[in-house]
Nanobody, 122 residues
Framework: QVQLVESGGGLVQAGGSLKLSCAASGSIFSIDEMAWYHQAPGKQREFVATITSGGSTNYRDSVKGRFTISRDNAKNTVYLQMNSLKTEDTGVYYC????????????????WGQGTQVTVSS
């Protein structure tokens, strides 16, 4: 019913930049919060950034000043601008969205994308 597809990952040198996108599609009634998570190799998935439907943001301490989360509500898309990338940023980035589905609009649940790989070389 709902799909989230991330894109924009790739290989970049330390200090470089990438911009990730995550587009939600399907029988969407509304999207509340949208967020990005990071899973480094061999580690558990961790929160990176979140943005509410009104534009309020929150970031993991390690990315503050380097990453910027934004969204385009008309496109049901969330972005993560990643600057000054470090090797520790390497891993799979997943987007997550709190979505109300058409026909079940009183129920909100989280949907996850498939992830996009980011590799930062030294």
């Amino acid at each position: 019913q709902v799909q989230l597809v991330e894109s924009g990952g790739g290989l970049v040198q330390a200090g470089g930049s990438l911009k990730l996108s995550c587009a939600a599609s399907g029988s969407i009634f509304s999207i509340d919060e949208m967020a990005w998570y990071h899973q480094a190799p061999g580690k558990q998935r961790e929160f990176v950034a979140t943005i509410t439907s009104g534009g309020s943001t929150n970031y993991r301490d390690s990315v503050k000043g380097r990453f910027t989360i934004s969204r385009d509500n008309a496109k049901n898309t969330v972005y993560l601008q990643m600057n000054s990338l470090k090797t520790e940023d390497t891993g799979v980035y997943y987007c997550c969205a709190a979505i109300r589905v058409i026909g079940w609009s009183s129920i909100r649940r989280d949907y996850w994308g498939q992830g996009t790989q980011v590799t930062v070389s030294s």
